[in-house]
């Protein structure tokens, strides 16, 4: 059985099947931090999402980073290093993309182990 959590028309933010859970793109709320600070809060939804399913950072199977402008992808870099699990960092791909909303400056997607 699928568990989705805060469904919505176009997508829900979790969702765990068969012990991993699935989260969606995390994007700050406040858009007009800076790298650093957005990344942050990106990481504080993470932590978030995971705790709803039942894991936390240690069990991070991937995590796919999307960067608005990689010139600044070293405060991203600063603020994940502050928060991952250094015992346990999971595979992890970074790449500049265009964002949905031109404020946002970084979108990061894990899926992670439950249980």
Do not use: H
């Amino acid at each position: 059985m699928i568990q989705r959590f805060q469904v919505g028309k176009r997508l829900s933010e979790l969702a765990i099947y068969n012990g991993v859970a699935y989260l969606a793109g995390q994007v700050p709320e406040n858009d007009q931090l800076d790298m650093y600070g957005q990344t942050q809060q990106v990481l504080a939804e993470i932590d978030k999402w995971l705790k709803v399913a039942g894991t936390d950072k240690s069990c991070i199977l991937t995590a796919q980073v999307f960067v608005a402008d990689m010139a600044e992808f070293d405060e991203m870099n600063r603020a994940w290093d502050e928060w991952v699990d250094t015992q346990n960092s999971p595979p992890r791909a970074a790449v500049e993309a265009r964002l949905a909303n031109p404020n946002w400056k970084v979108e990061i997607v894990v899926t992670a182990a439950v249980g």
